[in-house]
């Protein structure tokens, strides 16, 4: 059974950048394995309530201003899974959490910037889930408990947004060294994840060293809860891939189990 998968998807950019991260994306996809679908929660979509992308056929979503024109012509075709995501909803119900599908959703760069990376055959059904910003961390692991069992037919549940992520703080093209502030937090999730702490991580907000610094709002956060919770009762965080672009952003990727 695949684990579930937290990945940071950095700057719009990613798929043309010579870092490590890129590297690491590009390779991932072998060494997990072929799933049947994707089900991926992205911080690029943010809802009252939790919503399923149940289109036949999901567009590609440019959801960025000002980057080279060669990123608006970049196109991720996979197909959509509008049954997995009735599924999905279905299992959502079963737990007490109320979820939409959306028809007419597509791939926002949150799913795709990765995952052309990870599969770029496009071949895979994919299912964008939102996140909701007002909801909470605890909210959110609970979202993902209720879709572990999806994993139990090859469904590779993960989330794409960011482990720290302060556009404030971003050097666009800077792949130096980053600061203090940003790699306490980062080692802190870490950390979290290894130890399977489910109430500090929920709490990060009180519990991690620079939390407000690296995460002015939560939504980038927020797939990673789900993954987490993904990841089973009594999971665990391995770390995949540690390193930082632009400065400040933290490329960090987990598998959870």
Do not use: C
């Amino acid at each position: 059974m695949l684990p579930s998968l937290f990945v940071s998807h950095g700057a719009p950019t990613l798929i043309g950048e010579e870092i490590p991260a890129r590297d690491f994306l590009a390779g991932l996809g072998r060494e997990l394995g072929r799933p049947s679908a994707i089900v991926i929660a992205t911080a690029h979509w943010e809802t009252d309530r939790p919503s399923l992308g149940a289109a036949e056929q999901p567009e590609t979503i440019h959801d960025f201003y000002g980057f080279p024109e060669q990123l608006y012509r970049l196109r991720y075709p996979a197909p959509g899974a509008p049954a997995l995501a009735e599924r999905a909803v279905a299992a959502l119900a079963q737990a007490g959490i109320g979820a939409t599908v959306d028809p007419t959703r597509g791939l926002d760069h949150g799913v795709w910037s990765p995952l052309m990376l990870m599969y770029p055959e496009a071949d895979i059904p994919v299912v964008p889930l939102s996140v909701q910003p007002r909801r909470t961390p605890a909210e959110h692991i609970a979202v993902g408990r209720a879709l572990a069992p999806l994993r139990q037919d090859n469904v590779l549940v993960m989330g794409s947004g960011g482990a720290v992520h302060n556009l404030g703080a971003l050097v666009r093209g800077g792949h130096g060294g980053a600061p203090e502030w940003a790699e306490k937090f980062d080692d802190w999730i870490a950390q979290a994840m290894a130890d399977g702490a489910v109430e500090s991580f929920a709490g990060y907000r009180n519990a991690a060293p620079f939390a407000r610094q690296a995460h002015p709002r939560d939504e980038h956060l927020m797939p990673a809860f789900v993954a987490f919770g993904a990841g089973g009762e009594h999971a665990k965080g391995r770390p995949l891939h540690r390193s930082f672009a632009h400065g400040s952003i933290s490329m960090a990727a987990y598998a959870i189990e």
